[in-house]
Nanobody, 118 residues
Framework: QVQLVESGGGLVQAGGSLRLSCAAS????????MGWYRQAPGKQRELVAR???????NYAESVKGRFTISRDNVQNTVYLQMMSLKPEDTAVYYC????????????WGQGTQVTVSS
């Protein structure tokens, strides 16, 4: 079992910045692939950024150059630094963990709201 707790969401003006944090517990964090997803009202949940257990990152095209995902394997935390925020970034942001193995498991946090005003 993996427990994920997000924090850092809030209301920010367009052009501003926020940093989301996701504290993980319950498994070997360094072995897990971690990611951030978001879901806007009326839309499907989509991948924002992902970081593998080896530190390889990938991003949605819409956030490349503006968002940075990172992880701290000592603090068991994954971060999403968001800069140059746009109103279309408004969504609930979810932390995701994938525990790799013969049987792969996925876990989700409860989500944190990010609202970008124009």
């Amino acid at each position: 079992q993996v427990q994920l707790v997000e924090s850092g969401g809030g209301l920010v003006q367009a052009g501003g910045s926020l940093r989301l944090s996701c504290a993980a517990s319950g498994s070997r964090f360094s072995s897990n692939h971690m990611g951030w997803y978001r879901q806007a009202p009326g839309k499907q949940r989509e991948l924002v950024a992902r970081i593998t257990n080896g530190g390889v990152t990938n991003y949605a095209e819409s956030v490349k150059g503006r968002f940075t995902i990172s992880r701290d394997n000592v603090q068991n935390t994954v971060y999403l630094q968001m800069m140059s925020l746009k109103p279309e970034d408004t969504a609930v942001y979810y932390c995701h963990a994938n525990v790799p193995g013969f049987f792969s498991y996925d876990y989700w946090g409860q989500g944190t709201q990010v609202t970008v005003s124009s």
